[in-house]
């Protein structure tokens, strides 16, 4: 298994309620990672996972609440966003833990979320 | 701070073809990692090729390869015999976080 999953792909929700992202990798990659992508934009950095543990909290608003249960799934939980919130959700894996050189990045297909 | 500039922000080349991406970056560290980034319409981004900062080899892969530059701080991508599913946004990334570059649309035309 080579591929990073995320689900849901499409979301829509009101800025009072609660959901949550997935993102599952089977590859024994060591560090996950969440992407937030505006249309026409690159990707940004959000948060890094090292061996389970938040490594990177790149500033982001309070309102993202990043979880690692095991070392093949992440969650990304989302609470009172807002319409600017709306954008592509990338998560990504890699194989060595974060800082230690780079393999490159496996990414999944992404979450499109749009905040009403 | 490390940032990462795409100087084109769209290409255009015929199938069969040849063309150059470029990228430029500035950092103070000697060690690093760079790549060269797609991302069609289906969203996903998708490693194209990799380059280690303190290998002087240029990095090849199949029809890709790149030009790296180091004392210039430049890492330019070559697509040679280009086709139609090259179509994507490209973007060039530094190191670890992964510090994208502001992306270059090629277009392939028959």
């Known amino acids: 298994d080579t591929e990073v999953t995320q689900t849901p792909k499409h979301l829509v929700m009101g800025m009072t309620n609660k959901k949550s992202l997935k993102c599952e990798q089977h590859m024994g990659h060591r560090a996950m990672y969440w992407y937030k992508q505006k249309a026409k934009k690159p990707p940004e950095l959000m948060f890094v996972?090292?061996?389970?543990?938040?490594?990177i909290n790149e500033s982001v608003p309070s309102r993202f609440s990043p979880e690692c249960p095991n070392s093949s799934l992440l969650n990304l939980h989302l609470h009172a966003l807002q319409p600017e919130d709306s954008a592509l959700y990338l998560c990504?894996?890699?194989?060595?833990?974060f800082g230690r050189g780079s393999y490159g990045y496996t990414f999944g297909s992404g979450t499109r979320l749009t905040v009403v | 701070a490390q940032t990462v500039t795409q100087s084109q922000p769209e290409m255009s080349v015929q199938e069969a073809e040849t063309v150059t991406l470029s990228c430029t970056y500035d950092t103070s560290e000697s060690d690093y990692y760079l790549f060269w980034y797609k991302q069609p319409p289906s969203r996903q981004m998708i490693l194209v090729i990799r380059q280690e900062a303190y290998k002087q080899q240029n990095a090849t892969e199949n029809r890709f390869s790149v030009n790296f530059q180091k004392a210039a701080k430049s890492f330019s991508l070559k697509i040679s015999d280009s086709q139609l599913g090259d179509a994507a946004m490209y973007f060039c990334?530094?190191?670890?976080?992964?510090?994208f570059g502001t992306g270059t649309r090629l277009q392939v035309f028959p």
């Open positions: 990334a530094y190191t670890d976080k992964l510090i």
């Open positions: 990504a894996s890699s194989q060595e833990r």
């Open positions: 996972y090292s061996y389970e543990k938040l490594s």
